[in-house]
């Protein structure tokens, strides 16, 4: 049973495109996180977000977590070739050490 | 800026071999952990340690061991090699709870078992 869905899992589109990608559970999550990795490297992490319904924005990324923290989403606005990659979330069931990750999203922007 | 740091970066191995992969970091944090990444299955957490003497199990301990005898060094051993322990292993070092804290990965270990 995968705790955390992401979808779409490929996403191929132009640059200058916008983007939504998901990641959702039905469980409730204290906190999630998302990162992003590019291949032949670890994953470097972008967001975190613990309140019901955060919005938070880093650049051209808007990271939203759910109402009832079940979910959270990351919209990409005026993609770019450097955002290709492999996007992760991650959400820690109320044990603090243990992440559960999603299978990811792998993105690719072309010129 | 060394960050988290692992060796060997390849590594093929035959069935039944032991090996240890290492793993270290120079940023004084407490919690580290091991996953490993599979095709279409994201990262597991292998086993996870939140200070030196201190180690539990994650989601897939089965195959593998681990010690913390310092702060700075998690490796993770294979006992007997099975194919199905083919995989891309990652390291990771949080300086708290990586619930709380930014997790710094290392750049993997990519090992193949014939």
């Known amino acids: 049973t995968q705790l955390l869905e992401q979808s779409p899992q490929f996403l191929s589109i132009q640059e200058g495109e916008n983007l939504t990608v998901y990641c959702n559970s039905s469980?409730?999550?204290?906190?999630l996180q998302w990162y992003r990795q590019e291949p032949g490297e670890g994953p470097v992490l972008l967001v975190t977000?613990?309140?019901?319904?955060e919005v938070k924005k880093l650049k051209r990324l808007t990271f939203q977590f759910g109402d009832a923290r079940k979910d959270s989403s990351l919209h990409i606005t005026a993609a770019q070739p450097g955002d290709t990659g492999l996007y992760l979330c991650?959400?820690?069931?109320?044990?603090?050490?243990?992440?559960?990750f999603g299978k990811g999203t792998l993105l690719t922007v072309n010129p | 800026n060394a960050g988290v740091t692992q060796t060997p970066k390849f590594q093929v191995l035959k069935t039944g071999q032991s090996m240890t992969l290492q793993c270290a970091q120079d940023m004084n944090h407490e919690y580290m952990s091991w996953y490993r990444q599979d095709p279409g299955m994201g990262l597991r957490l292998i086993h996870y340690s939140v200070g030196a003497g201190i180690t539990d199990q994650g989601e897939v301990p089965n195959g593998y061991n681990v010690s913390r005898s310092t702060t700075e060094d998690f490796p993770l051993r294979l006992l007997s090699a099975a194919p199905s322990q083919t995989s891309v292993y990652f390291c990771?070092?949080?300086?708290?709870?990586?619930?709380?804290?930014?997790?710094?990965f290392g750049d993997g270990t990519r090992l193949s078992i014939l």
């Open positions: 469980s409730v999550f204290s906190s």
């Open positions: 990771a070092s949080s300086s708290r709870a990586p619930s709380n804290q930014p997790q710094h």
């Open positions: 991650a959400g820690d069931l109320g044990s603090n050490y243990k992440l559960t």
């Open positions: 977000v613990v309140t019901g319904g």
